[in-house]
């Protein structure tokens, strides 16, 4: 879990859009740029080289 006040300040290093935490998938995704950055031990991996492509699905949903 990500603490709810760290993620109020981060942005995604991309767009600077606000990042969303999926719990299932251990990812902070920011719709804007269609990234999914990676959460290792509850430390964010916020490095455009880490972060993966969301799917189509994800982007609408």
């Known amino acids: 879990?990500?603490?709810k006040k760290l993620l109020s300040i981060l942005v995604c290093p991309v767009?600077?859009?606000?990042l969303e935490y999926n719990d299932e998938q251990q990812e902070l995704v920011c719709k804007a740029s269609g990234l999914a950055y990676p959460v290792r031990d509850g430390i964010p991996v916020m490095?455009?080289?880490e972060a993966r492509q969301l799917t189509a699905d994800e982007k609408l949903g």
């Open 47 to 49: 490095l455009e080289t």
């Open 1 to 3: 879990m990500i603490d």
């Open 15 to 18: 767009s600077k859009a606000p």
